[in-house]
């Protein structure tokens, strides 16, 4: 069974900083890409950034020189190392796995951005 579990969440200033963790079990972690999705409340769900395989990663628009996303297959664990937080980086952030054309979702983790 696949199952993905995310931590490090939590209040932070602007201007903080903040790592979350996925934690992977069910499955060869080190072969399927994977991302983390955000949703603020009220809106759609907004991807932010994915790292394949081979290590290599893309981050969307809005925090493009910010967050870091990385990998450590042998502990199957996913990261995402956000700096420069903003209030509008409040959001539940979710871990995605892409496997064999099906995606498969942690539970969340709560951000919130706020002074």
């Known amino acids: 069974e696949v199952q993905l579990v995310e931590s490090g969440g939590g209040l932070v200033q602007p201007g903080g900083s903040l790592r979350l963790s996925c934690v992977a079990s069910?499955?060869?972690?080190?072969?399927?890409?994977m991302s983390w999705v955000r949703q603020a409340p009220g809106k759609g769900s907004e991807w932010v950034s994915g790292i394949q395989s081979d290590g290599l990663t893309d981050y969307g628009d809005s925090v493009w020189g910010r967050f870091t996303i990385s990998r450590d297959a042998a502990q199957k664990k996913l990261y995402l190392q956000m700096n420069s937080l903003k209030p509008e980086d409040t959001a539940v952030y979710y871990c995605r796995a892409n496997i064999l054309s099906r995606q498969y979702w942690g539970q969340g983790t709560q951000v919130t951005v706020s002074s």
């Open positions: 069910g499955f060869t972690f080190g072969i399927y890409d």
